[in-house]
């Protein structure tokens, strides 16, 4: 069905990750590249200067460590992972572009009151993207 495919996880919510990664296992053409996405969110410089300086750096090597582990070796699945710093719908849609992805596979958590104001990230991607977006709750 596509043979590029970006998935945005949060790796708060890792059961949402491993089943949109599952998920993608299942829409992807043979030989197809599946790019699993974190976006860490910048910090604001006013925290950012009372923590200590390598924190990004770390912050960034965990998340590429939990990427690595949710990929399965055995699944035959041709998976890239990526972690981006900074707003996370337009870091999402830039990897898209970047990658000439066909579809973003996103979770979405159920819209509360604020989503109605400010958007979430997922509603965003969807206004945004130039290709297909999937959305799993």
Not at 41 to 56: C, N, Q, T
């Given at each position: 069905?596509?043979?590029?495919?970006?998935?945005?996880?949060?790796?708060?919510?890792?059961?949402?990750?491993r089943?949109?990664?599952?998920?993608?296992?299942q829409l992807?053409?043979?030989?197809?590249?599946?790019?699993?996405?974190?976006?860490?969110?910048?910090?604001?410089?006013?925290?950012?200067?009372?923590?200590?300086?390598?924190?990004?750096?770390?912050?960034?090597?965990?998340?590429?460590?939990?990427?690595?582990?949710?990929?399965?070796?055995?699944?035959?699945?041709?998976?890239?992972?990526?972690?981006?710093?900074?707003?996370a719908?337009?870091?999402?849609?830039?990897?898209?572009?970047?990658?000439?992805?066909?579809l973003?596979?996103?979770?979405?958590?159920?819209?509360?009151?604020?989503?109605?104001?400010?958007?979430?990230t997922?509603?965003?991607?969807?206004?945004?993207?130039?290709?297909?977006?999937?959305?799993e709750?």
């Amino acid at each position: 069905m596509y043979s590029r495919i970006i998935v945005a996880v949060d790796l708060e919510h890792l059961d949402q990750a491993r089943a949109l990664l599952q998920r993608a296992g299942q829409l992807i053409d043979a030989g197809g590249e599946i790019r699993l996405l974190h976006v860490l969110e910048e910090v604001p410089g006013f925290i950012a200067a009372e923590l200590p300086a390598d924190l990004a750096e770390r912050r960034r090597a965990e998340a590429a460590v939990e990427l690595r582990a949710m990929i399965d070796p055995a699944a035959g699945l041709r998976v890239e992972h990526e972690v981006r710093r900074g707003a996370a719908s337009g870091q999402i849609i830039q990897a898209a572009e970047d990658s000439l992805a066909e579809l973003i596979m996103i979770a979405s958590h159920k819209p509360g009151l604020q989503d109605y104001f400010i958007g979430s990230t997922a509603a965003r991607v969807i206004r945004h993207a130039q290709c297909s977006v999937l959305v799993e709750r």
